[in-house]
């Protein structure tokens, strides 16, 4: 029997329907999968006159109204966010853990406007090429004045090439310019006073930057600029505290997954299935949620030394998911092992980042058929090869693009 058979066999099982595979002749198979892909086809991505212009596929109406349904996403199933916040206090209880930037002797203003302008671009300034954008600040300060920056594509320029912002430049250039002028509007052309201006309240901050994409701040962005003006020293935060998330991302999402903060009824989807990316907008929301529930849990033990922020977390999260729990690098030793020699060689105190014997701190609670579990992947919505993009009618063909 052809796999596509067993494939309709699985299909009939799930139906509660019996399939006679037998009683095809030699060549009908050709036929009946033929008649199938095309309904498939015609189901998944192909656009007829009865939808509404919006949807590019029936799927794409049905799955945007039911992915969450069919997902069925739960948090802290069986109070894994205490297990996670039980493991996180035995190791912040020895460490502090928090982001670690070589700020040199920059006043908290000048330290504002550098990350302002560089959290914008998303890049990860610490690693970048051994670059420090705090150095390039004392040879280049015009380049994070925003007086100067707001009507200055040289100096914009100037900045995207130390960072290695050689792509989307269309998109980057305006998101200085335009964040250059609402910094000189709105608050008197410094980074540093959103705080006070916003009373140190983080949802009304957050609100401020997101509320226009030319801004160049998505809510990850926000919350990564507002975690590091906490953990740099540079701001003290009034209200809304709890609202200040883990960033999230394919690290933070992948370990959420494997330690069941965050559950699925099935494995998540590929991305070629979650048409315009329903299924990584619900998971990138949940990630955050389940996180504050550790956040939250964490609270509740006695005497505990939990970070001021949920977002004080990611630091360590991010790098656990990225250097230790992955396939190719995954290392689960018994947590009776996790000794506090061991701790210190993970989260060295001078630098407090992963050397290369990386070890995962929630090996007891990443249950086995967890450890395979990956984060979704996102096709753009728009784009050269974005869904937008691919649309395709009755007469065939089309698709996404390379």
Not at 67 to 93: F, M, Q, T, W
Not at 201 to 230: C, P, Q
Not at 310 to 326: E, H, N, Q, V
Request: glycine letters at 4%; proline letters at 4%.
């Amino acid at each position: 029997m052809s796999n596509f058979l067993e494939f309709l066999e699985k299909l009939a099982t799930h139906c509660g329907v019996r399939f006679e595979v037998g009683k095809f002749k030699e060549g009908e198979e050709y036929e009946l999968a033929a008649s199938i892909l095309n309904e498939i086809n015609r189901f998944l991505y192909q656009k007829n006159a009865t939808l509404p212009s919006a949807y590019i596929s029936e799927f794409h109406k049905y799955w945007e109204e039911n992915h969450e349904k069919i997902l069925c996403p739960k948090i802290n199933l069986d109070g894994e966010c205490l297990e996670v916040a039980k493991v996180l206090e035995s190791i912040y209880r020895s460490n502090t853990i928090k982001v670690q930037l070589d700020t040199l002797d920059l006043t908290k203003e000048e330290i504002a406007n550098v990350r302002f302008f560089t959290a914008i671009q998303d890049f990860n300034i610490d690693v970048h090429a051994g670059s420090n954008p705090f150095e390039f600040y004392k040879k280049h300060p015009d380049c994070f004045k925003p007086e100067k920056v707001k009507d200055n594509d040289l100096l914009v320029d100037e900045l995207l090439n130390f960072l290695g912002a050689q792509s989307q430049r269309d998109k980057r250039k305006p998101w200085m310019l335009n964040s250059a002028r609402l910094l000189v509007e709105k608050y008197d052309s410094s980074a540093y006073k959103i705080n006070k201006v916003h009373d140190g309240d983080i949802a009304e901050i957050v609100n401020a930057l997101t509320a226009e994409e030319r801004y160049g701040f998505s809510i990850k962005k926000a919350h990564m600029f507002l975690r590091d003006m906490a953990d740099l020293g540079v701001w003290k935060y009034k209200r809304n505290i709890e609202k200040l998330d883990v960033m999230s991302d394919k690290n933070t999402m992948r370990v959420a997954l494997r330690t069941g903060i965050l559950q699925f009824r099935i494995p998540l989807l590929a991305s070629f299935l979650d048409v315009f990316c329903y299924q990584y907008s619900l998971t990138d929301r949940l990630n955050r949620e389940a996180w504050r529930k550790v956040w939250e849990e964490w609270g509740k033990i006695s005497l505990n030394h939990r970070p001021p922020t949920p977002a004080s977390m990611d630091y360590l999260i991010f790098r656990l998911g990225k250097l230790a729990c992955r396939r190719t690098k995954r290392i689960c030793p018994p947590e009776k092992e996790l000794t506090k020699k061991k701790l210190e060689s993970l989260i060295p105190q001078d630098r407090l980042i992963f050397r290369e014997d990386r070890y995962c701190f929630f090996t007891e609670i990443c249950k086995p058929h967890r450890k395979i579990l990956n984060a979704p992947n996102s096709i753009s919505i728009e784009g050269k090869t974005g869904w937008k993009s691919g649309k395709a009618n009755e007469g065939g063909g089309g698709g996404i693009s390379s």
